[in-house]
């Protein structure tokens, strides 16, 4: 008997999709924005070709009424599937498991199933895988010891069953090449989560040799245990005896001790008065050292004291010596500070006295300067005066003088050679001359 466990999904009661699965309205609609989720695959197919551009993984496209539109899952996927079958040995055991798959090629799984109905495609691909696990399962089984079954159920059942039906519904190839295998779907684990076998008296047969294995290891152990509690009371009574003794001996070594420690009392007593009598000594002794050494340390402290009476006094006239010296310092830098100021006040007189001559000397040659510039400025007008009355008079006297004028000396007596009156007069001969040549 098979038994199929699939996700349960809410179907329609009536109409020609009676007992079918329910589907998305957005998903199936005939025309219209068809959306896919994240973990869906949106195929869209135009006369018969496959849109590239509008199909993809939460794709999004506009379907009209003549286009095909598939949203194939991606997403993780579970099933359980439950097979019995008889082993080699002719015992009937129950198979319980889950597996695990997705859709990793949904390019090729929409040719396989109609996705355009996708939780009846995704319902139709669980039957179909349930009924593969379940046929596998059996023929392994068949060929399987029970304790193989019981005891390898990964190696001879869940990794024969991936080995073998993996291929089978896994793609190869390009997903655009029509002669490509499988349904693009992957299978990533395969678990046996339960082997039983169904008959009980086989089932108890098989756990008779280990239920008896238990009930020697129970009766081993009891008499383990009764052995053990007969050397526990046997040790307890040899611990009892040994304790008795162990107290005799502890009552007479406690009975010496005592006795010995009375002995070491008196003699401690013994030892305990000399020792009091050596601590009255050595105590008087004590207070004899420290009488001594309290007058030694009078006797130290008063010679500290006419030390530092004496290094104060010392200090004293040290102090008072170094202020006279310091004094004579002061007064023969005040005797140094006005014989220089002295000499600073004769050197400024001095100094005053220089400028003094130097600026009656600059005064009086100024006043040269000034007489001997207005001397100049004087002849300059004397000349410019004699220029201004020879042109006036230049006329009468070329009249007068006419062609005759012969040669005429002129005499300077004392003077400057070149004066301007001169100068003046030698102008006015050569313009004379001048006209009178004209004249003639």
Known sequence: MAVMQIATRARHDTGWRGGKPVEDPEK??????????????????????????????????????????????????RLSFRADQITLERVGVEVVGLAVY?????????????????????????????????????????????????????????????????????GEGRPDDETSKGWG??????????????????????????????????????????????????????AIEEARIAAEQEIEAR???????RAEAEQARRLAGVARAAEVERRRAAAEAEAERAALDRQAQTAAERTAHEVRRRGLEVEAARAEIESAEARLAAEEARIALARLRAEAERAGRAAEAELSRREGEAQAAVLLAEARAAEVRAAAEARRVTAQKLPELA?????????IKLTQIGGEASHPVVGALAAVVELARGLGEKST
Not at 42 to 57: A, D, F, I
Not at 146 to 151: F, G, M, Y
Not at 255 to 261: I, L, M
């Open 399 to 407: 009249a007068a003088v006419g062609g005759r004028v012969g040669e």
């Open 255 to 261: 009975r010496e001790a005592q006795a010995q420690q």
């Open 185 to 238: 779907v992957v299978i990533d684990s395969i678990e046996v989560q339960e082997v039983r076998v169904l008959s009980e008296a086989v089932f108890a047969a098989m756990q008779a040799p280990y239920r008896a294995a238990l009930d020697q290891q129970a009766r081993a152990a009891q008499a383990a245990a009764a052995q053990a509690v007969a050397t526990r009371e046997a040790t307890r009574d040899r």
């Open 28 to 77: 199936i609609k005939r025309w219209g924005f068809v959306t896919a989720r994240p973990s869906e695959y949106l195929v869209h197919v135009r006369r018969g070709r496959l849109r590239r551009r509008s199909s993809g993984q939460g794709a999004t496209c506009f379907k009209w009424p003549w286009d095909s539109v598939a949203v194939v899952p991606t997403s993780l996927q």
């Open 102 to 170: 997705r859709i990793a090629e949904p390019l090729l799984a929409y040719r396989v199933l109609n996705f355009s109905f996708p939780e009846r495609a995704q319902e139709k691909l669980e039957e179909t895988l349930t009924s593969m696990f379940v046929g596998a399962t059996r023929r392994l089984v068949a060929n399987l010891a029970v304790d193989d079954c019981l005891q390898k159920r990964k190696q001879a059942l869940a990794d024969e069953l991936l080995r073998e039906i993996a291929p089978v519904v896994g």
